[in-house]
């Protein structure tokens, strides 16, 4: 019988996170027809339900079989298959039917509440198409809706979809694996090397990728890849939890939710313990209490070494978001010790600030702990103090290869492929190594000796480029840096050539660079670039009888004027015209033998004229703004 203070602690939960908002829609998959206990098989494949032997299940049948058997029980009563046990013989697909969880009813009624209180070993085995809605009966929902006092253990759940919703009365929760799990018969639930992967859309206020609700239970080397839009308690690994642990767990994916969301859990409460866990999940939250790791903790939790790698994000604004890179909420009594906080942490609140490691303190004691300094520069460790707590918490800039070092004890490097990080020139060596899988830190491996060409390459065989051909006049020396690389991308080393640039390089014009190669190189190249004068200001315009006159600001150091006018407002080729204006001094012309009563696009640039070896260039200024004018008749 479940335990009258596992009821309570299940009524605790619910008054902090019991929500008011309706669900955000997410894509569900097609609802498949009927449900798995109308077609049940008559027996298992085999065995006495003993821990020597077992009952084994084969096929869906068998295990919709346990559900009904599960869910046809006296109600509150001593539950059938109580301390038997089962064991996965195949792989499972459940795609063909909706599922009905393994422990069904609601906790509020005793007259419909039925829990699985045996021991459960799925043998790593797979099972397949799990497809779960009970937002009409607003039951618990998972593959195992209730569960008491047992064990499950090996257990894959891939691709699987959970859908509830429950009312501000209900008690009920949802998971991918566990509904909710609470402490029975004198015992705990044990749940060791499970993995889930799919996606969660509940209005539940108890929502995990895992489980939605613990109460003391234990968690080992289990993990999850999820997708959940929660409400609230509503976390990547276990949405509310009553003094459970938690121990070399993992969650990844993506999590939305109202309050009290967190990247492994979304509550802590009462003496929980989470120890050597990761969050890797996105979390976004539409109200309060939001962290990386967990979104809200109190009364003696204890958390150490866990890592949150996620970006959490809080939509509140207006009031405390109460958001944090690690945490939300740092309660007094409560502890966390040598973790980190590798995201981004953003909020909309402009009132409030959120907190790189946590959002909110209330007198916890957080030791040994940091946050990532590089993508949160403008955040500080802790967000808003109501109780100033004990905090050591350092902003890291390298935070991730702190994490492979203290709490993987070295990188992860990737030895299947080898990094150019260097590349060699012809004066120095290059670099070759491995880089770190999990935060991208770089290992030397060895050295690549300087390239050196054999005999003299001629330069016309090089790149020759300048870091800037095109500059605008401004009254200062222009000193374009020269880029000079081989066939292969490799960059020349400036010591195997000599740069002489022309004289002025201040003024509007066109200007050389000469470059002599020396050395293992042979050959002299010259480049150009151009200094424009300045944009010119837009002309002014007077309409004239099939004429109009144009008027701009005369610019200084300049050859001369063009004008460029057409009854197209883009200057198309065909209704363009230009006229040159080959003095510097001049500020007007008048531009005859136009159209009576047509409208005319007008602009203007300046030029420079410079000759260069014997040759002539132009360097243009960028076009005015354009006017227009409608000449008379």
């Known amino acids: 019988m479940v335990k009258r203070k596992t009821l309570v602690s299940i009524l605790i939960s619910l008054l902090l996170c019991v929500g008011l908002l309706p669900l ?10 009927g449900e798995w206990t109308d077609y049940v098989a008559d027996s298992f494949a085999s065995g006495k339900g003993t821990k020597e032997d077992p009952y084994i299940i084969n096929s869906p049948k068998q295990l919709a079989k346990l559900a009904k058997d599960i869910n046809s029980g006296i109600a509150d009563q001593e539950y059938t298959h109580n301390k038997e046990y089962f064991l996965l ?3 499972i697909d459940l795609s063909a039917h909706r599922w009905i969880p393994i422990g069904s009813g609601t906790s509020t009624s005793t007259s419909s509440f039925h829990s699985f209180t045996g021991y459960f070993d799925g043998a790593n085995k797979t099972i397949s198409g799990l497809y779960v809605d009970e937002s009409s009966e607003r039951f618990s929902a998972g593959l195992f809706g209730h569960v008491s006092g047992i064990e499950i253990k090996n257990v894959i759940i891939k691709d699987g979809y959970v859908k509830t919703e429950v009312d501000s009365t209900s008690q009920d929760a949802a998971g991918l694996l566990i509904g909710s799990a609470t402490q029975g018969y004198g015992l705990s639930t044990t749940v060791s090397n499970c993995h889930v992967s799919g996606t969660i859309e509940s209005n539940s206020a108890l929502t995990g990728g895992l489980a939605g609700y613990n109460s003391y239970g234990t968690y080992k080397d289990c993990s999850t890849d999820i997708t959940i839009n929660g409400h609230g308690c509503s976390g990547g690994f276990i949405g509310s939890d009553f003094s459970g642990s938690y121990e070399n767990c993992t969650a990844k994916g993506n999590l939305s939710g109202k309050w009290s969301v967190g990247g492994f859990a979304g509550i802590l409460f009462w003496e929980s313990e989470a120890k050597h866990c990761i969050a890797d999940v996105k979390v976004t939250a539409n109200d309060w209490n939001a962290g990386g790791f ?14 949150s790698y996620g970006d959490v994000h809080s939509k509140v604004n207006g009031w405390e978001p109460k958001v944090g890179g690690f945490t939300g909420i740092s309660n007094l009594n409560c502890s966390i010790d040598n973790s980190y906080a590798a995201g981004k942490v953003t909020a909309e609140s402009t009132n409030y600030k959120a907190g790189g490691f946590v959002g909110y303190d209330k007198g916890g004691t957080v030791t040994s702990c940091s946050y990532d300094a590089k993508k949160n520069p403008e955040l500080k460790g802790v967000g808003q103090t109501e109780t100033a707590g004990t905090n050591s918490i350092l902003p890291q800039d390298n935070i991730r290869s702190i994490i492979c070092t203290a709490y993987y004890g070295d990188h992860d490097w990737d030895e299947s492929k080898e990094i150019i990080k260097e590349k060699p020139t012809d004066v120095k060596e290059g670099s070759k190594g491995y880089l770190c899988k999990r935060c991208g830190d770089y290992k030397e491996i060895a050295k690549i000796k300087p390239i050196l060409p054999s005999p003299k390459v001629d330069i016309t065989a090089l790149k020759v480029n300048l870091s800037e051909t095109e500059y605008t006049y401004n009254g200062k020396v222009k000193q374009p840096a020269v880029i000079i690389k081989d066939q292969n991308g490799n960059v020349i080393s400036s010591t195997n050539y000599a740069v002489t640039y022309a004289s002025g390089r201040k003024k509007p014009g066109t200007y050389f660079v000469q470059i002599t190669m020396k050395g293992n190189y042979t050959g002299t190249q010259t480049v150009l670039f151009n200094i424009r004068g300045k944009k010119m200001p837009a002309p002014k315009l007077k309409a004239h009888s099939r004429a109009l006159k144009v008027t701009w600001k005369k610019q200084k150091a300049i050859t001369g004027y063009q004008i460029q006018y057409s009854t197209n407002a883009k200057f198309k080729k065909s209704k363009t015209k230009i006229v040159k204006i080959a003095k510097g ?13 047509k409208k005319y696009y007008v602009r203007v640039r300046s030029y420079k004229t410079t000759k260069i070896g014997g040759k002539t260039y132009n360097a243009y200024s960028v076009w005015s703004k354009t006017k227009k004018v409608i000449v008379k008749k």
């Open 89 to 91: 013989g195949n792989d």
């Open 24 to 33: 955000k829609t997410l894509a569900a998959p097609a609802a498949p027809a």
């Open 585 to 597: 001094r001049q500020t007007s012309k008048f531009i005859k033998k136009l159209k009576a009563r």
């Open 294 to 307: 967990v979104g809200y903790i109190e009364d003696n939790v204890t958390i150490h070494n866990c890592i």
